[in-house]
């Protein structure tokens, strides 16, 4: 199975996962919506909803870059709305854009509290809500719908809060979602996940761990394709899960990974954030 004629919308994808995840089921001939703010370049920050573009079309599918604030009701469904009018209906939700402050209480200004609850929390949640009916349409097609929240498996220790308690409420947020969602829909024919990386993913967002060196990472392409692998399984029955990406690669047959290292073979890799 494939993804040759789904739609799929993703949240923050003009770079980084996001834009990983795009590209591998564009490669199938995926449609993609491309719902994210940035639409001028930035030299601190590569990437715009149109680079996206131009790179998925090139990849083998077609797009259509919304500029989109996840956090604003009006802008989600508008973007929602102009992805079925142009495919014809949204088979995949990727709730993949996320804000990190990786930073103690007093240090939080409650500006980045609003941000990452917002983007986070606020996000996730809207836009499944403003795909649910999309994607139980394709259910009742028969086409394989499901939404994958790019969130790490629950864990309440306390020594995953402490150092950063506003970015773990946030995130455990976006799981929370998940959890909720799974059952919610499960009857729906729904496939409701989390993945999340085992190892830190040299992305931009790499620039708020401190310490962390590119060749201590894996790059985007083993979450892209961990995420392939949950998309083509049986919606009905692959739901509800909190998956490792190398647990799910493993599960698909993947043995070496050495591959998806930033340098190639490296062995001294450090695990992400909640692992």
């Known amino acids: 199975m494939n993804l040759k004629g789904k739609t799929m919308f993703v949240s923050g994808g003009s770079r980084g996962?996001?834009?990983?995840i795009a590209l591998r089921a564009a490669a199938d001939g995926a449609n993609v919506v491309i719902a994210a703010k940035t639409t001028e370049p930035n030299p601190k920050l590569p990437g715009t909803i149109h680079t996206a573009a131009h790179q998925i079309e090139q990849a083998g599918g077609a797009c259509l870059p919304v500029q989109t604030?996840?956090?604003?009701?009006?802008?989600?469904?508008?973007?929602v709305r102009l992805g079925v009018e142009r495919f014809g209906g949204i088979d995949i939700l990727v709730n993949n854009a996320s804000a990190i402050n990786l930073?103690?209480?007093e240090a939080t200004p409650m500006k980045r509290f609003d941000l990452m609850l917002g983007v986070n929390v606020r996000g996730t949640f809207l836009c499944s809500q403003a795909c649910v009916p999309h994607l139980r349409r394709s259910a009742q097609q028969g086409r394989n719908p499901h939404i994958l929240t790019l969130s790490p498996p629950l864990n309440l220790k306390p020594h995953w809060f402490a150092p950063h308690v506003a970015y773990s409420i946030a995130k455990y947020g976006m799981s929370l979602c998940v959890l909720?969602?799974?059952?919610?829909l499960r009857a729906d024919g729904i496939g409701v996940n989390a993945l999340w990386p085992?190892?830190?993913i040299l992305t931009a967002a790499l620039q708020m761990i401190p310490g962390v060196r590119p060749e201590q990472c894996r790059n985007p392409q083993i979450v892209a394709d961990a995420a392939?692998?949950?998309f083509?399984?049986?919606?009905?029955t692959t739901t509800g899960n909190f998956f490792l990406d190398e647990e799910v690669l493993r599960s698909a047959g993947v043995t070496d990974f050495g591959?998806?290292?930033v340098v190639p073979g490296a062995r001294e890799l450090l695990p992400d954030l909640f692992v």
Do not use: C, K, P
């Open 17 to 20: 996962i996001g834009l990983a």
């Open 259 to 261: 591959s998806y290292a």
């Open 69 to 79: 604030d996840i956090r604003d009701e009006e802008q989600v469904f508008a973007a």
């Open 228 to 230: 392939h692998a949950i």
């Open 103 to 105: 930073t103690a209480t």
């Open 232 to 236: 083509v399984s049986d919606a009905r």
């Open 198 to 200: 085992r190892t830190v």
């Open 180 to 184: 909720g969602h799974a059952e919610e």
